[in-house]
């Protein structure tokens, strides 16, 4: 039962956050009663830490984002990133994580969910271009900035419209992760005069 409390609880916050949902609805789509989930929940604030951090707990690994350096293309590598970024950040982990920073959480949780569901996917598309400027396929200042500005080209558009709308983050065409990517590579692409690898 506790499990299925959760399932529920992760849905309903993922929908309309913390605020938005009332431990009433949880027990009637959970099948059980208040009493019952407060067996397992002292209140609605554990349930919401709980339900966060059994999803925190099932995040893909950080490796699984970006790919071994194959020699294809990098804007192809590139592309495949992007995607595995895409299916990340729209699934319903990361609305739940949204909501939550979104909310008044304490500052151990918020330190927690960037930790497990920020700084890890962050440095390891920080590493891959790092290993890419290494090899001389791009240009690079820093591989930190670039980083961010990689995440900024591929979910930035689709935040700022989601700002505006107030909609949850969907899939993004694979047409505007192109024309990312592409913008992202003609920016650091390494020239021939200019493609030494970057030092440390």
Known sequence: MQGRILRVAQALFAIRGFDGVAMEEIQREAGTSRATIYVHFASKQELFKAA????????????????????????EELLDIAKRLNHLLSSASFELVRRALASDIPTPLRERIWNTAGRPYFQAIDDYLFVQARRGMLTLQDS?????????LVAGGESIRLQWTGASLGLVEDDYLREAVEMFVER?????TLGMPMTP
Do not use: M, N, T, W
Request: net charge negative.
């Open 144 to 152: 930190r900035s670039a980083a961010s500005l990689f995440l900024a």
């Open 52 to 75: 966060l951090e059994d999803l925190l707990a099932k995040l893909p690994p950080a490796s699984d984002l970006a790919p071994e350096v194959s020699g294809r293309p990098i804007a």
């Open 188 to 192: 650091h692409a390494a020239q021939p």
